[in-house]
């Protein structure tokens, strides 16, 4: 029998946050397939040994770290005996998001940090398989110009979203046009929530709330900074702008359940009254296969989903007074872009001080809520115009924190 994928071309890959857990999936996904993907370059951050164990493995030609990792990482790929190229700090993660000879990017770096070399892939109309919420959060009007301009492709592999991209009409997916050009006949998008651990908990037990217990996702093994933004529901915020923006859609067409088992992923309703559906194993190796073979389907080696032991799935409406960062993300989106680049900032400096144990979680939203507050109406059309906002924005984040704990 002929394999699905016995046409597919090899593909060049650069891994933009290869050390983190989507890093992890990605390169689990390209180990299974080592006829279709090529890993070219990769970059990490902080954890310069998982950097040169992937290096080992996968022998790209191109590694990015930060200036300041660049003597000690040259010495560690010398002491292994590897030759890849060094690229450094933002200027190497751009270079590399944007090599001729890379076809296909991986967004996964967490936070701001991902969008200069989101952007330049863009630009460059690389294939991106989009993680890095994050970088659509802050701009994502001069993503999706930057898209349609260069011709790239914009493939989400943020499971919510890559489960409507799988409910969407082809001429939607292959971006020939928009649901805002043509509805197709959709009436809804409904993104799926876990409600995170604090969901059957009262918001005097998530004023309480230990690192390890915010971190700890009932279905899904993440990195920190996510892991405490589904804690606070601040994930489904960010997913909210972010499924604005991906799929054209206002933030009144798109509404949050909660659906506690994390099966469903998302789901898009038409007008004839169908609703359309993913569903999955909670493993983030399903949206990437899907997204790297795209429009072929690849093995993931995720675990086979047993229809006949699901016998409960739960659909409920979030408690918008409990998760006020998920009320935040609609204000914000109401008062426009740079209320998006000021809501963002903030909560990434309000989670950081709640990781280095400066905060309790529940201040994270009162630090965003104060933030969006003071941020002042203002056209936002460039990428340094996002920086300025996202620069301030973080100094006001700084101040309400010092306020707390004056
Ligand atoms: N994990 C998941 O299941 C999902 C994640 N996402 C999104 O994907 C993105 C990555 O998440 P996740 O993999 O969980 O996060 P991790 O924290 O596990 O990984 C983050 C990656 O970014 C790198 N990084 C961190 N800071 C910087 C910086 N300043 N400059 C350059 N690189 C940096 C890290 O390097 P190092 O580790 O070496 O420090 C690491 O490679 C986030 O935007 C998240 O919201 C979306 C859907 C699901
Ligand atoms: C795996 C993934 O896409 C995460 O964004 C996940 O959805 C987080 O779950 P909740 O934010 O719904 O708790
Ligand atoms: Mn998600």
């Known amino acids: 029998m002929l394999s699905s994928t016995h046409t597919i071309p090899q593909k060049n890959i650069a891994i933009m946050g290869a050390t983190g857990s989507i890093g992890d999936s990605t390169l689990s996904v390209v180990s299974q397939h080592p006829d279709l993907y090529n890993v070219v370059g990769v970059t990490g951050f902080s954890r310069l040994d998982k950097l040169l164990s992937i290096c080992q493995q996968f022998e790209p030609s191109y590694v990015c770290v930060a200036k300041e990792k660049e003597t000690s990482f040259a010495q560690m790929l010398s002491d292994a005996h590897l030759s890849c190229k060094i690229l450094i700090g933002e200027q190497g993660l751009a270079e590399l998001a944007t090599l001729a000879e890379v076809d296909m990017v991986v967004a996964a770096i967490v936070g701001a940090a991902g969008l200069p070399s989101t952007l330049a892939a863009a630009n460059a109309g690389k294939t991106i398989l989009l993680a890095n919420k994050e970088a659509l959060v802050m701009a994502g009007e001069l993503m ?96 909210l702008i972010e499924a604005s923006f991906l799929f054209d859609m206002p933030v009144s067409e798109i509404e949050v359940v909660i659906h506690p088992q994390s099966i469903v992923h998302s789901m898009v309703e038409y007008n004839d009254g169908s609703f359309l559906a993913q569903l999955g194993s909670p493993d983030m190796r399903t949206p990437i296969a899907h997204a790297m073979a795209y429009p072929n389907r690849i093995s993931s080696g995720v675990e086979r989903l047993d229809i006949f032991k699901l016998s409960n799935l739960n659909f409920v409406q979030p408690d918008l007074e409990k998760f006020k960062c998920l009320g935040l993300a609609y204000q914000a989106m109401q008062q426009g872009s740079y209320a998006c680049i000021a809501l963002n900032a903030s909560n990434e400096i309000a989670v950081q001080a709640f990781l280095n144990g400066d905060i309790r979680l529940t201040d994270i939203a009162d630090i965003n809520e104060k933030v969006l507050l003071q941020a002042e109406k203002q056209p936002i059309g460039s990428l340094q115009a996002i920086l300025a906002v996202d620069k301030l924005s973080r100094e006001q984040a700084h101040q309400c924190i010092a306020d707390l704990n004056a």
């Open 144 to 239: 999706i110009k930057a898209v349609k301009q260069s011709n790239a492709k914009l493939l989400p592999i943020d499971s919510e979203h890559n489960a409507i991209f799988q409910c969407l009409p082809t001429a939607v997916q292959q971006q020939r046009n928009t649901i805002h050009d043509d509805n197709h006949g959709i009436k809804k998008l409904w993104l799926t929530a876990s409600g995170g651990p604090f969901l059957y908990k009262t918001l005097d037990d998530m004023k309480r709330a230990s690192i390890a217990e915010a971190v700890k996702h009932p279905n899904w093994s993440m990195g920190q900074k996510i892991s405490v933004d589904s804690a606070t529901m601040m994930n489904k915020g960010l997913e």
